[in-house]
Structures are given as C-alpha cells and as structure tokens.
C-alpha cells in the first residue's frame, strides 16, 4: 500500500450514520405525507446524493425531491448530524497513517458544511488536510466531479492517491478519475454492489485493512 495520498468516503467508511440520516429521511417523508415506521427500509438513502435518491425510491419529480431535501436537513443540521458513531478502529488507522506520513482528505457526497462538523464534533477532523464535500445547492454530489475536482485542487497525483469507500459510487467516481480503489464490506453497500466494480483491494473488516497499510 504506497499511496502517499489516501481519500476516505464518511458515510459507512469512517461512520454509521445509520440513526441520524434514516430519523431524517423519515421526518422528510412524514412532512410530505408518507408515512415509513420501519427505519431500517430507508437505509438505501445513505451514501447516494439525496436528491437523486428521493426521485429514483419515491418518483418525486425534482422540485418535490428538493422539498424532501429541505425536510430532511432541517431535522439534521440540528438532530441527525450528531447521531452518529464513529466505526471502531478509525482512531487507530488514522493515526497510523497519519504517523506513516500519508496525506488524508475526506471526499463525501453529503455537503461540506456538515461533514466538517461531524469530523469536527466526533473528533476526527485533525487527521485530514482537508475535507471535501458537496455544495448545499447540489454541486459536486456526483463523486465522478466531487474526486476529479479534490484532486485538481490539492494538485494530487492520480497514480499516488487511494479512494476508500463502502458504496459503488465511491468506487465508480475513483476509477474514472484513474485512482485505485478499496471497499469496505463493513458499510452500506452490499458484497455483490461492490465486487461489479472490480475493486483493487477490498476487505471485509476495518481491522483487515489496517493490517494491509502496516
């Protein structure tokens, strides 16, 4: 593992988010009339861009998908930001990597805004340079652009720079920029989701992929 530059999803990868974003989605849902009691049927909502994902699983048309949006971020900003649990062994990876002198950034498809204060409130944020994420208007959700503009940025080599993520859209958005990929079968997405992208490396657990970098 030589990647000098190391790029980590949030959602699924360095946190379960599970609580915060599924008690949104459902607020969201019940403020537009629809009414989901089991939380564990909206987990599909976390790690794809909201928007998109409220039109595919409810057809909302767009202007409907923004209002869901809406709904949404009024009870995260304040409620579901914080119901959140940072993955065991993330500490200790950061910190090797960190010691080993690997640079770290993170690349999330949730806006910026509110993945610095997660980063920040559980933590973690003193590992990464810088933490990049999408606008609230919707720009740069697609981690095809959000991957393509981090490494435009930071000026990162593309040959040098590992994507980490537990969802095809990490997966898809690194390899277009020309980066290799890890998945992580302890987050969201499913083994089968994840090996249709023919990952470089991909490990089940946490603990697995720390003992890879060492």
Known sequence: MHY????????????????????SIQFALARLGIDEPDLSQL??????????????AYGFNE?????????????????GLYENQVFDGVFELL???????????????????????????????????????????????????????LLAEEGLDPQQTLMIGDRKHDLIGAQRNGLDTVAV???????????????????ETLAEMHAAFL
């Open 43 to 56: 987990e599909h909502f976390i790690g794809p861009p909201l928007l998109q994902q409220f039109m595919h």
């Open 95 to 149: 910190e090797t990597l960190s010691v080993q002198g690997r640079h770290l950034y993170i690349a999330t498809s949730k806006p910026w805004v509110f993945a610095r204060e997660i980063a920040r409130h559980f933590d973690f944020a003193k590992y990464f340079r810088v933490i990049y994420g999408s606008e609230l208007d919707g720009t740069r959700t697609d981690k095809v652009e959000l991957i393509g503009h």
């Open 4 to 23: 000098q530059n190391i790029l980590f999803d949030l959602d699924g990868t360095l946190t379960d988010p599970r609580e915060g974003i599924t008690r």
């Open 185 to 203: 079968g302890y987050g969201f997405g499913s083994h089968e989701e994840l090996a249709a992208q023919a990952p470089t490396f991909h490990f």
């Open 63 to 79: 202007a409907k998908a923004w209002e869901a949006v809406g709904f949404y971020r009024e009870r995260f900003k304040v409620t």
